[in-house]
């Protein structure tokens, strides 16, 4: 072999190996780091919005639960449509007449968040982009007659905030969905002709930062040809730096396998974890799209939420919060206005929350109100009730206040705090209530 056949053959192998950093194995897709813009981002929108928007009655599961003959959607059919009407016949009434992009994320960017999630395709198909593999089911072709996945990632970015693709690797009524499934998934021509390639485009095209991929349950990890997707999502698409994905690519993968973990819907594990995860919770509390027979009880309060955010942040995660548009394009006024309180708070408390880390306790160990999060130097307390006599009695942070006096304050006030150390706790005197910027919850700066 001459001396140049040899360096080129080097040149290869090189070439190879740096090409091809995560091999399309669980073990090697494991070792890749959460991308830090994520961590510090803490709390994101979910929207989830699609044609169940349109009979926007009983959940995004409209259909599925119309055709198993769940209670109550049969009768719902029955006496609001005319007979034979199909669930593609709800397409042409999504008609988005008032969709703002720019409103839409104008109200994201108040709200506190830095990421804004769409569902560009759920379970029942409809695709929010023209999927070259959706011909006729899609917000092109019919209802909106617009590129929603476009718009909205425009707008979105405008605001300087990141823009994440959920996208349902199932489809509960596609042909050749159903004959894999009916063949127990031994053969795989709805991913190779319709998945596979369609999420390919929808990265391509829109280059999401986040890739929150669902609909996994059914089948395993191997059928959706998930390590070789993530394995070329991280070491070759144009995205392959920052993006960030879940935990949602096969049977028995949830909590194990992927980026970041979002277990299931809702996850608040209330203590610290050692992987990165996303508590995502819809503001409805029984459903994620849009539903015209939600009860104002069924929507979280905003201490609630807030109680969400600050335990989720102080065990490590973010939470990514769900909203579910109406299919005329609104948002509706119980959600912007959560969003809009959940801003004000951040507006006063924000420095607890952001880019923070967690710290030695979650909790108090004596005061069940109290969560923590830290900013070195700082760590916060954060208290989820006024306490009585203004008195805020603390155990964990007693090992702060030994040579070293540290200052304390309430954000959002400008005095500094006096205290008194006892044997086991830390008593925090505060202000009148009454002269406290902040509401709903209250955070104690000690540095
Ligand atoms: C509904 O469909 C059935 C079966 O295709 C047909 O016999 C019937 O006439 C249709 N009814 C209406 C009102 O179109
Ligand atoms: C379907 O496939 C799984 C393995 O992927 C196997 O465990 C199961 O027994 C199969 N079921 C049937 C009905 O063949
Ligand atoms: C699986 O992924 C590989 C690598 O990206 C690709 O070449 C192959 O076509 C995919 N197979 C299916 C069935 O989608
Ligand atoms: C809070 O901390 C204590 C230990 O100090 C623990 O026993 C408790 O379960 C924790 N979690 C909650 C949700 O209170």
Not at 360 to 384: E, G
């Amino acid at each position: 072999m001459t001396n140049p056949t040899l360096a080129i053959i080097v040149l290869i192998l090189c070439t190879f190996s740096n090409g091809a950093k995560y091999k399309p194995n669980w073990n090697s897709l494991q070792t890749r780091p959460i991308p830090k813009w994520y961590d510090q981002a803490k709390i994101g929108i979910f929207i989830h919005w699609g044609v169940y928007s349109v009979p926007s009655f009983g959940s995004e599961w409209f259909w599925k639960h119309w055709k198993d003959g769940t209670d109550g959607y049969k009768d719902f059919m029955k006496q609001n449509y005319p007979p034979n009407f199909t669930y593609q016949d709800f397409g042409r009434y999504f008609t988005a007449e008032f969709f703002k992009p720019d409103e839409w994320a104008k109200q994201f960017k108040k709200s506190g968040a830095e990421y804004v999630i769409l569902t560009t395709k759920h379970h029942e198909g409809f695709t929010m982009w023209p999927s070259t593999y959706s011909f006729g089911w899609n917000a092109m072709d019919i209802g909106p007659n617009r590129d929603i996945v476009a718009e909205l990632s425009t707008a979105v970015r405008a605001q300087n905030l990141k823009f994440g693709a959920y996208y349902s690797l199932l489809e509960w009524y596609n042909p050749r969905y159903l004959a894999d499934s009916n063949a127990n998934f031994t053969t795989n021509n709805f991913v190779a002709d319709k998945m596979y390639p369609e999420l390919l485009e929808l990265i391509e095209t829109y280059k999401p930062d986040i890739i929150w991929a669902d609909g996994e349950w059914t089948a395993p990890d191997t059928y959706w040809n998930s390590t070789n997707f993530l394995a070329w999502l991280y070491n070759e698409s144009p995205v392959k730096d920052a993006v960030v994905a879940d935990d949602r690519w096969g049977k028995g993968s949830l909590c194990k396998h992927g980026g970041v973990f979002t277990c299931q819907d809702g996850y608040n594990p209330k203590t610290l974890q050692k992987h990165k995860f996303e508590n995502a919770v819809s503001l409805d509390k029984h459903s994620w799209g849009f539903r015209r027979n939600a009860r104002l009880e069924d929507i979280l309060s905003i201490e609630e939420l807030i109680t969400e955010v600050v335990q989720t942040v102080s065990c490590g995660g973010n939470i990514a919060i769900n909203v579910g548009p109406t299919h005329y394009g609104k948002i509706p006024l119980i959600f912007q206005q959560r969003l809009s309180d959940l801003g004000s708070w951040l507006n006063v408390n924000g420095q607890s929350i952001k880019k923070t880390t967690p710290w030695k306790y979650q909790n108090d160990t004596l005061n069940s109100n109290v969560w923590y999060t830290q900013a070195k130097p700082a760590v916060y307390a954060i208290s989820l009730k006024w306490p009585e006599n203004n008195i805020v009695e603390l155990g964990a942070v007693k090992e702060l206040f030994g040579k070293h006096k540290p200052k304390v304050n309430l954000l959002g006030v400008k005095d500094q705090l006096t205290y008194k150390v006892t044997k086991k706790t830390v008593k925090i005197t505060l202000p009148d209530k009454a002269t406290v910027k902040s509401k709903w919850a209250y955070v104690l700066k000690i540095a």
